[in-house]
């Protein structure tokens, strides 16, 4: 893409037309769906286990074969959209998760639920990437920020309220409701989608690198795994490092086969470009935040202070809606100043919010705490934002979809290593909460100077780097 960016302030922003604001809205429905899924069915495991007289162990599949789909699929995306076209890829991953979802409801036991949800996470894991892909080339680099901005609405809120709308689903219906909910926002989402949605163009020759996606596709899940495994067990035991080590392994393979490949599943070169480098070490640092807040900020609420799970879930909705609220304007902010100095207030922001966790107790009165989840859900839209944007400003148009999958992926490995440390921090003393959470506190701080140092890459990297 071009490199409009960098530094220095617009006088105007560009204009964006009634259609492709439309767009934009359609690509959010798309976007909330998946979110919504990946948190409304946690809510949900042990009702599940019970109806259908199944163990918990097996029924937590039902999760995390979900998680792990996502990861297998997502990526294959780039290339996917270079050779079916953005749009039409996005339609039929919209159509494959709708149908998933039915046959989620319908599922007679667990077996076959775990594998319509996996269906549902190889669409799922498409939907974000292949959405971004279809606004970038639709509305340009200048006007990037505030199309982001519109989808970022769905990505922050779909998790509150899917634990929320969860809540009250299984209050009031069985649990195959938790997925017939999507019905009806994936066929609203395919039938305006099909309307609005350019199908993109099938320019992609290339054949599939498979020795790449097998690679990729084994080691991503299989770090997501270990890192979950590691968080969930609180130890490092044979099968977890025997696990992570595949995962090195197959990964380190992926990017030799890549680097010496003319035609590689996507271009791990575009990490030679100082500002695709800087915007993905960014990104990367945010998915820890992200993630890793989110386990510490659950488990403040209902270890420390003994709220159950629908009471943590309310007293969470004050970052959602920070992060929510603060998408649009932080993608307005983008298209006018260019990502660097947003990411870089966004970061000190993160570090203002997070050093003081160190030190809060678990009697600290609510609204200071409020005061701090909100400033920091604000803060992480503030740095993986333009962190991402600066990423996808800095290479051709026709490498988006390979830099949005890249991206993507840092972002999740990130988050799974975020979460995992702050779980594992969080079990090691049980017995002293403060204490805990105070060390867990300390890994988000260290995220937000990492965070901070990728900020200053960002606007440290030449202009020459960025591509026509």
Known sequence: MSARTA?????????IDARTWRLCWVIVLGAFASGLDAAIVNVGLDTMSRSLGAPLSLTQWVASGYLLALAVSLPAAGWL????????????????????????????S???????????????????????????QAVGPARLGRAMGTLGIAVSAAPAIGSLLGGVILRYAPWPWLFVINLPIGATGLLLGRRLIPRGESSNTQPLH?????????????????????????????GVLGVAALAILALAGFVLVSLRSAQPLFDVGLYRLGAFRAGAITAFFS?????????????????????????????????????????PLTGRWVDRSGPAPVALVGALLALATTLPLIWLPVTAPLWLVQVLL??????????????????????????????????????????????????????????????????????????????????????SSRAGDHPA
Do not use: K
């Open 374 to 459: 909100v400033g920091f859900g604000a803060a992480v839209n503030l740095v993986a934002m333009p962190a991402g944007i600066a990423a996808y400003q800095a290479v051709p148009a026709n490498r988006l979809p390979d830099a949005i999958t890249q991206v993507n992926i840092l972002q999740r490995v990130g988050g799974s290593l975020g979460g995992a440390i702050c779980a594992v921090l969080i079990a090691r003393t049980p017995a002293d909460p403060a204490a805990a959470f105070s060390q867990a506190a300390m890994a988000l701080v260290v995220s937000a100077v990492g965070c901070t140092i990728g900020a200053l890459l960002i606007r």
């Open 81 to 108: 959209s270079r050779r079916l076209g953005s749009g039409r890829l996005w339609l039929l991953a919209l159509a494959a998760f709708t149908i998933a979802s039915l046959g989620c409801a319908l599922a007679p």
């Open 7 to 15: 530094s220095g302030a617009r006088a105007e922003l560009e204009p």
């Open 210 to 238: 498979r020795t790449g996606l097998v690679l990729i596709a084994v080691g991503l899940p299989a770090l997501v795994y270990a890192t979950t495994r590691w968080g969930d067990t609180g130890h490092l035991d044979a």
């Open 287 to 327: 998915g820890v935040l992200i993630f890793g807040s989110g386990v510490l900020f659950a488990l403040y609420f209902q270890l420390g202070r003994g709220q159950s799970p629908f009471q943590a879930g309310i007293s969470l909705i004050g970052v959602a809606a920070a992060t929510s609220i603060t998408a």
């Open 110 to 136: 667990v077996e076959l639920l775990i594998v319509a949800r996996v269906l549902q996470g190889l669409s799922g894991g498409i939907l974000i990437p292949t959405g971004q892909t279809v606004l970038g």
